[in-house]
């Protein structure tokens, strides 16, 4: 395969607090090819959201990365001087929020927000940058930008404002673009088409997107790989076609059968029992013991690691087939 | 805009007209007007005669009309105390507390706002808690106090600066005094400024730092770090406009009172303004000029106010739409 673009390897944040250390990231590996789309799912609080911020660098404190590094195009980001960091913001790696109504500074025209970022990242005049900006915005489907360019956050709608956000993210020609859960704050009929104009735009700009969502559907139709989260570790991580058609992770599994279908004439949807360890009380051994259908007793004690399943990765000693050689720390794509 | 301009002035109006009724109640019924002019050997017949040319003998009704015309045309009678106009008394007297207001607010927005940004950036600096630190004793030393540790620092111990008045000033126009001009005005300005400015500088930077924590755990100044844009940037440009609107509230409301209220700093330096004239009116019962000074600082916040509602408009563009459309 092409080298990664984005390379995470046993990536670990925490949380300091009064009571020592909270883990919320263990060992989060994956790569990313150059214009790959990778869906990431799992429950509120799986550590999605986490990784994304701590791709960016944009963790709030008290959270930081404890352990494991991250690689663009084969250069360590992880441990960069706050300035460096921010360089790479904006300028190789775009990140959108879920908010859309809350993205966008409020007193600001978006054609200054717009400009702004795209003089903060080349060396265009700023007319250049006014053009570029109305560019953008007709490329993200934003009707008549030469006027609307001029108008405030609170003059446009959710799904447009997000467009604008998409936009803005796109500036300054990112590699990589990570979506935080981009059209949950939005209407439904609304979704469609920013997810819609997002992938449509990561195909022409050849960006690469993380695509942070809990809606199946909208991993399904959009990426080509996908990683599921539990507590903050990842359950399987595969193609897409793969780990929703038959799910390897006993997670995965559950989550996949909670999709509700058309064709599906259950009277209630499948459910997994129980909830979503804390931080603070995750089990030993495989966090999603307590729960799983498929328990026995090596999951109570002994932490899996991702397995390599044919091009797929499961965290889960179903799939450790007595085999002695240590599982390879390769990554699969 | 203009509309709403208009709208605002005609509920100023009625905002006047209804202090001046109090006003005009004040006057007329606190007290005899006629036995505050007369001596106490005046004879009946004299009190009768002043009491029919003053027009007190006409229905209530009348009077206070008479009262809103005559105050709508700045005339409030004559003082008891000075036998001078009203209107001359209190126009003689307020650049000097308009001036010293002035200065104070300029003051403690300029010292406030940084300290405040300040502050909220770097919380767990030395000079950050330096600076919490004495916004404790700014907010909660009485005026007073600093007044006279100041005197006794600048102007006995070490003579830099006089005790009190106002040095020499210099006229602009017919009636405006101004110390800004001269070096011994300048000098007299600093210890009565700094001395109303405190209080109100430490509200600033307490209302600013709280502020700007607020607006830097938003999703937009996330979202600007996130485009990559330079910290000074997302502070200063960013933030910092998000915690405007209620500095600008604050602000106003405490230039009005600051006015309205700087009675105490302007005894402590014996300032010649509009404070130590109103201490001497209640003290004389002089009705007259309590009553104009009454209307004048309605007027006073009536104006901040409508200032204060056209400066949100201009930073908030979300609030322009409510002023068009209301």
Not at chain 1, 15 to 42: M, N
Not at chain 1, 148 to 158: A, K, L, N, Q
Not at chain 1, 266 to 271: G, T
Not at chain 1, 306 to 333: F, H, K, N
Request: charged fraction near 20%; aromatic fraction near 6%; hydrophobic fraction near 50%.
């Amino acid at each position: 395969m092409k080298a990664p673009l984005l390379s995470v390897k046993d990536l670990r944040v925490e949380f300091i607090t009064r009571r020592g250390p909270l883990t919320a990231l263990d060992g989060i590996s994956f790569d990313l090819a150059p214009g790959e789309i990778l869906g990431v799912v799992g429950e509120s609080g799986a550590g999605k959201s986490l990784t994304g911020l701590a791709i960016i660098g944009l963790l709030d404190p008290p959270g930081r990365i404890a352990g494991g590094e991250i690689r663009l195009n084969g250069e360590r980001i992880d441990n960069l001087a706050p300035e460096a960091m921010r360089k790479i913001r904006g300028r190789r790696i775009g990140m959108i929020f879920q908010d859309p109504l809350t993205s966008l500074n409020p007193l600001l025209r978006i054609g200054d927000q717009l400009v702004e970022t795209i003089l903060t990242h080349t060396s265009l005049t700023p007319k250049a940058a006014r053009a570029r900006a109305i560019s953008l915005l007709t490329e993200v489907g934003i009707p008549a930008p030469e006027k609307r360019i001029d108008g405030y956050p609170h003059e446009f709608s959710g799904g447009m404002r997000q467009r604008v956000v998409i936009a803005l993210a796109l500036c300054a020609e990112p590699a990589l673009v990570i979506a935080d859960e981009p059209t949950t704050a939005l209407d439904v009929s609304v979704q469609a088409q920013i997810i819609a104009v997002l992938k449509r735009l990561a195909r022409e700009h050849h960006a690469a997107v993380i695509l942070i969502t809990h809606d199946m559907g909208v991993i399904a139709e959009t990426a080509d790989r996908v990683a599921v989260m539990y507590a903050g570790r990842i359950a399987e991580i595969g193609r897409v076609e793969e780990v929703v058609r038959d799910p390897l992770h006993p997670y995965a599994k559950g989550l996949m059968a909670a999709i509700p279908t058309l064709e599906g004439r259950a009277a209630r949807l499948a459910q997994i029992p129980g909830a979503m360890p804390r931080l603070s009380a995750i089990p030993p051994g495989c966090a999603f013991n307590p729960r799983c259908p498929n328990v026995f007793d090596r999951c109570r004690i002994e932490r899996p690691p991702p397995l390599p399943i044919g091009t797929r990765r499961a965290a889960c000693w179903l799939y450790d087939r007595g085999e002695v050689t240590p599982p390879a720390r390769e990554t699969v794509s | 805009m203009i509309a709403f301009i208009i709208r605002r002035l005609f509920a100023s109006i009625g905002v006047l007209i209804a202090v001046g009724l109090i006003a005009f109640l004040l006057f007329r019924y606190v007290g005899d007007p006629v036995n505050q002019m007369v001596g106490i050997e005046t004879p009946e017949s004299e009190r009768v005669a002043l009491r029919q040319q003053l027009g007190l003998n006409d229905p209530a009704i009348v009077q206070a009309l008479r009262f809103l015309g005559h105050a709508a045309r700045l005339d409030f009678g004559i003082s008891y105390q000075f036998k001078q106009p009203v209107s001359e008394l209190i126009g003689a007297r307020m650049p000097a507390t308009l001036e010293l207001a002035f200065v104070a607010s300029i003051l403690s927005l300029l010292a406030g706002i940084p300290m405040g940004v300040y502050t909220a950036l770097h919380r767990k600096s030395a000079l950050a808690k330096l600076f919490e630190a004495l916004s404790l004793v700014g907010i909660s030393l009485p005026t007073f106090l600093i007044g006279i540790l100041l005197i006794y620092l600048f102007a006995v111990t070490l003579g830099w600066l006089p005790s009190f008045g106002r040095g020499d000033v210099v006229h602009i126009g017919s009636w405006w005094t101004t110390g800004l001009l001269t070096a011994s005005g300048l000098k007299s300005i600093i210890m009565p400024a700094i001395t109303l400015a405190l209080f109100q500088m430490t509200l600033i930077m307490r209302l600013v730092r709280a502020e700007m924590l607020e607006v830097l755990r938003a999703d937009y100044i996330r979202f600007a770090r996130a485009r990559g844009l330079s910290e000074r940037k997302v502070h200063f440009r960013h933030a910092l406009k998000n915690t405007l609107v209620p500095v600008i509230t604050v602000v106003g409301l405490q230039l009005g009172s600051i006015v309205a209220f700087s009675i105490i700093t302007e005894t402590v330096f014996s300032w010649p303004g509009m404070g130590q004239l109103f201490l001497q009116s209640v003290q004389n019962v002089d009705i007259p000029i309590m009553a104009a000074y009454l209307l004048f600082i309605a007027f006073l916040f009536v104006v901040i106010n409508l200032v204060v509602d056209l400066l949100y408009a201009a930073v908030d563009p979300r609030l322009r739409v409510a002023i068009h459309g209301a």
